[in-house]
Nanobody, 124 residues
Framework: QAQLVESGGGSVPAGGSLRLSCVAS???????MAWFRQVPGKEREGVAA????????FYTDSVKGRFTLSQDNDKNTLYLQMNSLKPEDTAMYYC??????????????????WGQGTQVTVSS
């Protein structure tokens, strides 16, 4: 059974940092792995994505230069290092996976598997 488990969320002041982790079970090879976020009442937004085979990560414009995506294939773990956090980064962050490739990498409708989410709150 495919499973994604997120951790690392929390509350930080503006300008602070957090590192999110996503441990994947049974689905790590030949998948595109991504982080999404969602605020109540708004659509789920793609934040960053990368293929498990490597290559360039994809980032949404609002996080470029502040967030860094990385992965440890030995641990089947995806990381999102978030620096210079802003109040507008406050959201529930979800890990997701889709089979084969990173086509439509930041489109939530393209993803097959989802974690339960971890809350990130940034205070001003």
């Amino acid at each position: 059974q495919a499973q994604l488990v997120e951790s690392g969320g929390g509350s930080v002041p503006a300008g602070g940092s957090l590192r999110l982790s996503c441990v994947a079970s049974y689905i790590y090879s030949r998948h595109c792995m991504a982080w999404f976020r969602q605020v109540p009442g708004k659509e789920r937004e793609g934040v960053a994505a990368i293929h498990t085979a490597g290559g360039y990560p994809f980032y949404t414009d609002s996080v470029k230069g502040r967030f860094t995506l990385s992965q440890d294939n030995d641990k089947n773990t995806l990381y999102l290092q978030m620096n210079s956090l802003k109040p507008e980064d406050t959201a529930m962050y979800y890990c997701a996976a889709k089979r084969i490739d990173c086509f439509r990498a930041l489109d939530p409708n393209a993803y097959d598997y989802w974690g339960q989410g971890t809350q990130v709150t940034v205070s001003s």
